[in-house]
């Protein structure tokens, strides 16, 4: 079982910054992809960005130039650093990892619990 704890979140100002963590631990073998999610009231969630393996990165359109994912492989832990900020980027942040747990080996998908980001004056 692997458990995803996060952190960072809290209101900010609209052009203010803000970084994600989240953090996992457990009978952890490896570590896949590392993504953020997010979903605002009313809306369905939406995939923010994403961290493989070796390091490469792919972002929504809403994230490009303004967001950052990184991962310390050491740690086990994901970050979003989030610059910029604006009232649509208010949302519950999830991270979600996956990867494989053992021995004895097996797949796993976890999420956090999620965190809130609120950008408002």
């Known amino acids: 079982q692997v458990q995803l704890v996060e952190s960072g979140g809290g209101l900010v100002q609209p052009g203010g910054s803000l970084r994600l963590s989240c953090a996992a631990s457990?009978?952890?073998?490896?570590?896949?992809?590392m993504r953020w999610y997010r979903q605002a009231p009313g809306k369905q969630r939406e995939l923010v960005a994403t961290?493989?393996?070796?390091?490469?990165?792919r972002y929504a359109d809403s994230a490009k130039g303004r967001f950052t994912i990184s991962r310390d492989n050491a740690k086990i832990t994901v970050y979003l650093q989030m610059n910029s900020l604006n009232p649509e980027d208010t949302a519950v942040y999830y991270c979600?990892?996956?990867?494989?747990?053992?021995?004895?080996?097996?797949?796993?998908?976890?999420w956090g619990q999620g965190t809130q980001v609120t950008v408002s004056s």
């Open positions: 961290i493989t393996s070796s390091g490469t990165t």
């Open positions: 457990g009978s952890i073998f490896s570590i896949n992809d």
């Open positions: 979600n990892v996956n990867g494989r747990i053992g021995p004895p080996q097996a797949d796993f998908i976890s």
